[in-house]
């Protein structure tokens, strides 16, 4: 356990915080709830509030500019989120299952007065950073209407309907189809509580004489997520999962944090109140027209019956369309073109996020459910690099008995080749993949993955691969 850390006044941090962005965050995440991980901190069910980030890295990692839209999965990326989710959560309640010390230290410098202040001034530094590319390449709206909205809210209602989230498919069919549709479920977990406390959240705001009926509806949806509680909590425990919140922290993709984020900063800010009901309008859409395919993945890969999602309806077009009109309601005649200008981009800009979260996904659970290719690849690669003579970019390290590697992403290809020793290797919470002197792993740009050192000692490098090279031994 940590020493308790002493307290600062608010002067005195605002005092020691520079100029740099940079600076702000390598404070925030030096809060010891999120330390870098311990080989028993794989899964963190009893401790909502232990959080690793992985700091350390925040020593070269610059949060300065926008992350654009082609390096979103990256490891600012993932880093980013981890730090926003925290941000976020540090302004709720939470409750470990039950009392416990690690739980009692760690909330105390999850909500500290110091924590809650640093992450106020990291707030906006990482909202910038993760989101500021959805101003660029955004889908334009044809005419400031209503109509002209509903168009497209009915269009993609359509289009989800015929075409479902690709990870769905590809999970159904991998060969560990279990182990993948674990890791679908524990993505899902990532999401949808923050964004059904993003929706509790806007049902606060005070729009009763603008917009009568918003906090009625939006209450509803809350009190549908309240009611189908126990139905989500028994599809996790029935896959052998908790459902407590951050229990499986290290295995949340960039993506899934980010779908819930969205929401939660829309809630939080309030001068972005139609955007906020537009993302709250595609989540309505997206998982009506997602529940019927998870659904049958998670009946057919764990046996659950999963009835929170087999009890969501499905939605028509129409019925799609008409969540606009029900959500924007006076808003526009009262406000004007701004409001539906708002609505749409809060629309189109979570239908953005989602779709990046299925490719996310999707490329995740191809390359967990086939590492041994992976391996092969491996070999061929350092092979063609001894036999070629050819010099890349390599890595080193020297690590020691249970030396744990919190789960990350690289932002480049990478081998793993063991020298000496023996590790664990990660990617879910299904199984462990052991690796020892001599064997070789290729990682791909932006897979999550994490390790723990078994042996005394252990020696492994990381050749940076090119792409072309990549690519030649890589099938898709």
Not at 123 to 135: A, C, K, V, W
Request: charged share 20%.
């Amino acid at each position: 356990m940590p020493e308790k850390s002493t307290r600062r006044s608010v002067t005195d941090l605002l005092g020691e915080l520079a100029a740099d962005p940079n600076s702000v965050l390598k404070a925030y995440a030096a809060n010891a709830a999120f330390r870098a991980a311990t080989a028993e901190e794989l899964t963190t069910p009893d401790n909502p509030f232990r959080r690793p980030v992985r700091p350390a890295d925040l020593a070269w990692l610059d949060y300065s500019p926008v992350l654009p839209a082609e390096r979103q999965l990256l490891l600012s990326g993932l880093l980013g989120h981890r730090m926003l989710r925290n941000v976020y959560d540090a302004e709720n309640t939470l409750l470990p299952p039950q009392a416990n010390e690690a739980a009692d230290g760690d909330g105390e410098r999850f909500h500290s007065h110091e924590n809650r202040l640093l992450g106020a001034l990291a707030r906006p530094i990482l909202e910038n950073h993760l989101f500021g590319y959805l101003e660029e390449g955004r889908e334009a709206l044809a005419e400031p209407t209503v109509e002209s909205v509903k168009k497209v809210v009915r269009e993609y209602s359509e289009r989800r309907a015929a075409e479902p989230h690709s990870a769905f498919a590809t999970a159904a069919g991998r060969k560990d189809a279990q182990s993948a549709a674990t890791f679908l479920l524990i993505q899902t977990g990532v999401f949808l509580p923050a964004v059904h406390t993003a929706i509790g959240r806007g049902a606060l705001a005070e729009t009763t004489l603008a917009h009568p009926g918003l906090r009625a509806a939006l209450e509803e949806i809350w009190r549908g997520w309240v009611l189908a509680a126990p139905d989500y909590y028994a599809m996790f425990k029935g896959a052998g999962l908790t459902s407590a919140t951050a229990a499986y922290w290290q295995f949340s993709l960039s993506t899934s944090l980010a779908r819930g984020n969205h929401l939660l900063g829309l809630a939080l800010a309030g001068d972005r109140l139609p955007e906020f009901l537009g993302a709250v309008t595609h989540f309505l859409v997206d998982q009506a027209a997602s529940a019927a395919p998870l659904r049958d993945v998670l009946r057919e890969a764990l046996g659950l019956r999963a009835a929170y999602f087999a009890d969501t309806p499905a939605m028509e077009p129409e019925q799609a369309a008409d969540l606009v009109d029900r959500l924007l309601g006076p808003l526009p005649g009262l406000f004007g073109d701004r409001v539906i200008a708002a609505f749409h981009r809060g629309f189109v800009d979570s239908a953005r996020i989602a779709g990046r979260w299925d490719g996310d996904l999707t490329e995740q659970l191809v390359w967990a459910d086939r590492i041994e290719d992976y391996k092969t690849a491996a070999e061929g690669i350092q092979n063609k690099l001894v036999t070629e003579n050819i010099t890349v970019d390599l890595d080193t390290f020297v690590e020691t008995h249970e030396e744990t590697s919190t789960t990350h992403v690289h932002d480049e290809h990478r081998l793993v080749m063991v020298e000496s020793g023996q590790m664990h290797f990660w990617n879910n919470v299904t199984h462990r993949i052991a690796l020892s002197a001599g064997d070789k792993l290729l990682i791909p740009t932006s897979r999550l993955h994490g390790s723990v050192v078994l042996s005394g000692t252990c020696v492994y490098h990381q050749p940076i691969i090119p792409e072309e090279m990549f690519q030649e031994f890589v099938t898709r």
